[in-house]
């Protein structure tokens, strides 16, 4: 099962932008779930995550400036992101967290920030 994300694009620092984690099934209700970031050059990182009961947390590079929510129906998860900084720049992937799961790996979606 490949999670789909999608939402991302070319950003001014400062802007915003929210991605969209698209799931079949029951995922978001089972499992805590997070959005993951890859940026150039770096090792895929862990952003922020939400459990399966909807507490969420955010990494300390992004507290207070990125959000993580799902919606009612806990099929699509999002993350909200303000105040983008070029450091945010990289491909985002959103997959089961703590530990991702590698058949979930989807292709994820860019996200760039110009300063």
């Known amino acids: 099962v490949q999670l789909q994300a999608s939402g991302g694009g070319l950003v001014q620092t400062g802007g915003s932008l929210r991605l969209t984690c698209a799931a079949s099934?029951?995922?978001?209700?089972?499992?805590?779930s997070g959005w993951y970031r890859q940026a150039p050059g770096k090792q895929r990182e862990l952003v922020a995550m939400i459990s399966k009961q909807g507490t969420a947390v955010v990494a300390d590079p992004e507290k207070g400036r990125f959000a993580i929510s799902t919606d009612s129906a806990k099929k699509t998860m999002f993350l909200q992101m303000d105040s983008l900084q070029p450091e945010d720049t990289g491909v985002y992937y959103c997959n089961t967290a703590p530990v991702p799961r590698n058949d979930h790996w989807g292709q994820g979606t860019q996200v760039t920030v110009s300063s």
């Open positions: 099934g029951t995922i978001f209700s089972g499992f805590a």
